[in-house]
């Protein structure tokens, strides 16, 4: 299985971007892209890759960090093997390397880095004061 995420870019605080994250290669593991939680992480340098949201395919649950709570919103298009990531109200300590993430059959409640099957390459966001 492969992840390509996309939609980073420089913005201003207060701006908005739409990141993606397209899954493909589901033929090789037996699955499908709805047997998957897929969400996203970031990390800026020096520290840990932090958990920033999370989707259930079968069910639409999601979770969200509290940081982001009110202001990120991820969603799924499941006819195209993408989930998004709708981040609005950007401020300065948002900028981080985005990186997409699937795990099999995981419930969003154990969403975290150590549980991930599968990881793209990140998506640099920077938001400008």
């Known amino acids: 299985v492969q992840l390509q995420a996309s939609g980073g870019g420089l913005v201003q605080a207060g701006g908005s971007l739409r990141l993606s994250c397209i899954a493909s290669?589901?033929?090789?593991?037996?699955?499908?892209?709805?047997?998957?939680?897929v969400g996203w992480f970031r990390q800026v340098p020096g520290k840990e890759r932090e958990f920033v949201s999370a989707i259930r395919l079968t069910t639409g649950a999601t979770r969200y960090a509290d940081s982001v709570k009110g202001r990120f919103t991820i969603s799924r298009n499941s006819d195209k093997n993408t989930v998004y990531l709708q981040m609005n109200s950007l401020k300065p300590e948002d900028t981080a390397v985005y990186y997409c993430a699937a795990a099999r059959n995981l419930g969003v409640s154990d969403f975290d880095r150590s549980s991930m099957d599968y990881w793209g390459k990140g998506t640099q966001v920077t938001v400008s004061s």
């Open positions: 290669g589901f033929s090789d593991s037996g699955l499908t892209f709805s047997d998957y939680a």
